[in-house]
């Protein structure tokens, strides 16, 4: 059974950082694209950065350029979504999901429509003062 398991969120003041970390079990992530998604309250879940399964590639949100850097390591079966310079419209339920996607396929919902190999549960961030 894939199974993913996100960490790492919490609450931070305007202009803080945190590192969500997304670990797998039960397979192995090294074939698969990771994308981190959000869903703030009352809105729809987006796609915020994806990496591709050799690290070799990856994609972000505008709205995250800059300031968020996704990575991986494939031996410790998990990947990283580093956030720094955080704002309050970042404030959101965090969720990496796994699929054998190209990065831009990865990181678009409204093409898959979630419809992916594995989701987790999800963290928290709430970015506030």
């Known amino acids: 059974q894939l199974q993913l398991v996100e960490s790492g969120g919490g609450l931070v003041q305007p202009g803080g950082s945190l590192r969500l970390s997304c670990a797998a079990s039960?397979?192995?992530?090294?074939?698969?694209?990771i994308g981190w998604f959000r869903q703030a309250p009352g809105k729809e879940r987006e796609g915020v950065s994806c990496?591709?399964?050799?690290?070799?590639?990856?994609k972000y949100a505008d709205s995250v350029k800059g300031r968020f850097t996704i990575s991986r390591d494939n031996a410790k079966n998990t990947v990283y979504l580093q956030m720094n310079s955080l704002k309050p419209e970042d404030t959101a339920n965090y969720y990496c999901?796994?699929?054998?996607?190209?990065?831009?396929?990865?990181?678009?919902?409204?093409?898959?429509?979630?419809?992916?190999?594995?989701w987790g549960q999800g963290t928290l961030v709430t970015v506030s003062s």
């Open positions: 039960g397979f192995t992530l090294n074939y698969y694209a």
């Open positions: 999901a796994a699929a054998d996607l190209d990065v831009q396929t990865m990181c678009d919902m409204t093409t898959h429509r979630g419809n992916l190999d594995a």
């Open positions: 990496i591709s399964s050799s690290g070799g590639s990856t």
